[in-house]
C-alpha cells in the first residue's frame, strides 16, 4: 500500500511562495516511485477538489491547471521518493487543503479518478 505524506503547508501572505513536499513508502517491491504518476490536487473550503498539478512518471510530461499556470511548478526527485509543488505569487484563494496523489504510469493524473493514493493533505493558507 503506497502511503504519501505532505508537508510544507503553512500560513503565507498574499505574493509570497510556498513550497509543499509530498514523501511516497510503502512502495510495492518491484514497483518503484519512478512508475507512478503523481499530481497535486487541493479542496477549498465549501468547494469540491480539483486538480492542480500533475507530473508523468519519468518526470518528463507536466500538466498545470490553467490558474496555476505560471504561478506553481511541479517537480519530481524518483531517486528520494518525492513530489514537490513550488508555490508562487500566492493568492487568497489559493487557500486549501493541498493533497498528493499518486496512479499508475497509464493513468491520467490531471483527474481524481486516475489517482489510486491519496495523502492526508496539507492546509495552505493565504492571508490578504
Known amino acids: 500500500q503506497v502511503q504519501l505524506n505532505e508537508s510544507g503547508g503553512g500560513l503565507v501572505q498574499a505574493g509570497g511562495s510556498l513550497r509543499l513536499s509530498c514523501a511516497a513508502s510503502?512502495?510495492?517491491?518491484?514497483?518503484?516511485?519512478?512508475?507512478?504518476?503523481m499530481g497535486w490536487f487541493r479542496q477549498a473550503p465549501g468547494k469540491e477538489r480539483e486538480f492542480v498539478a500533475g507530473?508523468?512518471?519519468?518526470?518528463?510530461?507536466?500538466f498545470y491547471a490553467d490558474s496555476e499556470k505560471g504561478r506553481f511548478t511541479i517537480s519530481r526527485d524518483n531517486a528520494k521518493n518525492t513530489v514537490d509543488l513550488q508555490m508562487n505569487s500566492l493568492k487568497p484563494e489559493d487557500t486549501a487543503v493541498y493533497y498528493c496523489a499518486a496512479g499508475g504510469k497509464y493513468s491520467d493524473y490531471r483527474t481524481q479518478r486516475g489517482m489510486n493514493y491519496w495523502g492526508k493533505g496539507t492546509l495552505v493558507t493565504v492571508s490578504s
Open positions: 507530473i508523468s512518471w519519468r518526470g518528463s510530461s507536466t
Open positions: 510503502g512502495l510495492a517491491t518491484g514497483l518503484a516511485f519512478s512508475t507512478y504518476n
